[in-house]
Nanobody, 126 residues
C-alpha cells in the first residue's frame, strides 16, 4: 500500500500561482507513476498531469499546457504541481495519484490510479 498526502492548496486570485506537493509513504520502494487529477463541482474528474518514474515522460491536459508543470523528487518520495497563470476555471479539488510501474497506462490515459490522496482544494477568484 502507498499513502499519499497533498498540501499547498488554497485561495488565490486569477493570474496567481500555487505549488501543490504530494508526499508518498508506505511501499515506496516500488516504481510508481505519479499524477494529479482534479474534480470541480458538477464535473467529472480529469487528469491534469502525469509523470513517469524517471520523469522522462509527462502528459498534460490541454487546458493547463504552458501554465502547469509536474515534477518529482524520488529521493523525497514527493511529486509537485507548479501552477501559474491560474484561472477561475482551475477551481477544483486536486488529487494526487499513483500508478504502479514506470509509466502507468492508468495514469497517462487519465482513467484512474492505483492509489489516491485525500485531495486539496484550489480556489481561484476572479
Amino acid at each position: 500500500q502507498v499513502q499519499l498526502v497533498e498540501s499547498g492548496g488554497g485561495l488565490v486570485q486569477a493570474g496567481g500561482s500555487l505549488r501543490l506537493s504530494c508526499v508518498a509513504s508506505g511501499r515506496t520502494s516500488r516504481t510508481y507513476t505519479m499524477g494529479w487529477f482534479r474534480q470541480a463541482p458538477g464535473k467529472e474528474r480529469e487528469l491534469v498531469a502525469g509523470i513517469s518514474w524517471l520523469g522522462s515522460s509527462r502528459t498534460y491536459a490541454d487546458s493547463v499546457k504552458g501554465r502547469f508543470t509536474i515534477s518529482r523528487d524520488n529521493a523525497k518520495n514527493t511529486a509537485y504541481l507548479q501552477m501559474k497563470g491560474l484561472k477561475p476555471e482551475d477551481t477544483a479539488v486536486y488529487y494526487c495519484a499513483a500508478g504502479k510501474g514506470q509509466r502507468s497506462d492508468l495514469i497517462f490515459s487519465g482513467l484512474s490510479a492505483d492509489y489516491w490522496g485525500q485531495g486539496t482544494q484550489v480556489t481561484v477568484s476572479s
